[in-house]
Structures are given as structure tokens and as C-alpha cells.
């Protein structure tokens, strides 16, 4: 009878821990990102490939040097990760300004994707990023077309399964190195909110 009341304390022990272990508080953080969509942050539905095409014209206007939605905004440091994970900045420069440097890292990024190469993340640039999304368990990934890097996101709750709604940029991978955000929930166009080291 012992053995058998150890055996059935064990088992429950390990379910216990079983859901402990699915449950973790970063994935809790992103919670009230489900479901959420707006025109002040980036959300997604459905499909992957789409959804920063669909975002240009809420943004307002184009991504460039001297723009005035170009400087101290999330938009811009989901735009230098993405050519962090390209190689083409080092990740420790993705700081929210659109400043001549990331314009040059723009042309050169648009040269390799056979786009208009005039520094300007516009309709075409965006588009043509999110065809390089696709789904890496409940995360979102950006894959670099060039040497290995990442942008992982999170769209909606990451404790569900390929979730829609806000996104979250999570961390950028370039080579063997990983730079993570600390915090900030959503990516919001116009307000720099998330903090990074």
C-alpha cells in the first residue's frame, strides 16, 4: 500500500511539474497580446506573410533618414533588428533612430531582395520582409537570407499555438551571438517602449 500511495505522489508530482513547466512567466507576459489588433502597434492574423505589409499605411508614412516617425520608435528597432539578423548592423546599433547608417544598411538590404534601393522602408520593403517570417514552435521568426540570424517575435500569447494578435520582439540572433529585449509587451509605431542590454 506504501508503494503504491509513493507511486501515485510521484505521479502527481510530475504533472504538477509537467504544467509548472508549460506555464513559465515569460510566456504569461504576453497574455493580453491575443487577440489584440490596432493601428498604434503591429498585430498579425492568419497569415505570417502579410502581416507588416498590412501595417504601412497605419504607420503613417514610410521609415528614412530625417522621416518624422524615424526616430525614437519601436517600429524602427523591430526595423535595424531585422538587419541585425541580415548582418548588415551590429546588433548593439539597434537603438530606434533612423540615422544614416541604418539608411545604408537599408539600400544594402533592399539591393540583396531585388527591391528599389533608396534607404526608404516603405509598402515594397516591408512586404517583402514579412515573406521571410514563418513559425518556430508558438515564436515568430524572421530568417536572414545570408549568413545565420534571427529575429524571434511573439504574435499574441506565446503559451498558444501559432496565436494572433500584438507583436513582441523577443531577441535578435546574428552568428553565435543572441541580443535580447528586456522588456515591452508590444511594438508600438510611434513610442519607443521597449528597453534593451
Not at 499605411?57 to 516617425?69: D, I, P, R, T, W
Not at 524615424?70 to 539578423?85: F, G, K, R
Not at 533608396?118 to 520593403?125: N, R
Not at 500569447?157 to 507583436?167: E, F, L, P, V
Request: net charge negative; glycine share 12%; hydrophobic share 35%.
Amino acid at each position: 500500500m506504501s508503494k503504491l500511495r509513493g507511486k501515485i505522489g510521484l505521479g502527481i508530482l510530475v504533472a504538477g511539474l509537467s504544467t509548472l513547466l508549460t506555464v513559465t512567466p515569460a510566456q504569461a507576459a504576453y497574455a493580453n497580446n491575443s487577440g489584440a489588433y490596432g493601428t498604434t502597434f503591429v498585430d498579425g492574423d492568419d497569415s505570417l506573410t502579410d502581416d507588416f505589409g498590412d501595417h504601412f499605411e497605419e504607420l503613417g508614412n514610410s521609415l528614412c533618414y530625417g522621416c518624422s516617425e524615424s526616430s525614437n520608435t519601436d517600429i524602427v528597432m523591430l526595423w535595424q533588428s531585422i538587419l541585425a539578423a541580415e548582418h548588415l548592423m551590429e546588433p548593439y546599433d539597434i537603438d530606434g533612430y533612423f540615422g544614416a547608417q541604418t539608411k545604408a544598411a537599408t539600400i544594402t538590404w533592399q539591393k540583396r531582395y531585388d527591391l528599389t534601393a533608396d534607404g526608404w522602408v516603405g509598402d515594397a520593403t516591408w512586404s517583402k520582409a514579412d515573406d521571410r517570417l514563418e513559425w518556430s514552435g508558438s515564436a515568430v521568426r524572421y530568417k536572414s537570407g545570408g549568413l545565420f540570424g534571427f529575429v524571434e517575435l511573439h504574435r499574441g500569447d506565446t503559451s498558444k499555438y501559432h496565436d494572433g494578435g500584438a507583436y513582441h520582439l523577443h531577441k535578435v540572433m546574428q552568428g553565435d551571438g543572441v541580443y535580447v529585449f528586456e522588456t515591452g509587451t508590444r511594438i508600438y509605431h510611434r513610442s519607443k517602449t521597449i528597453s534593451h542590454y
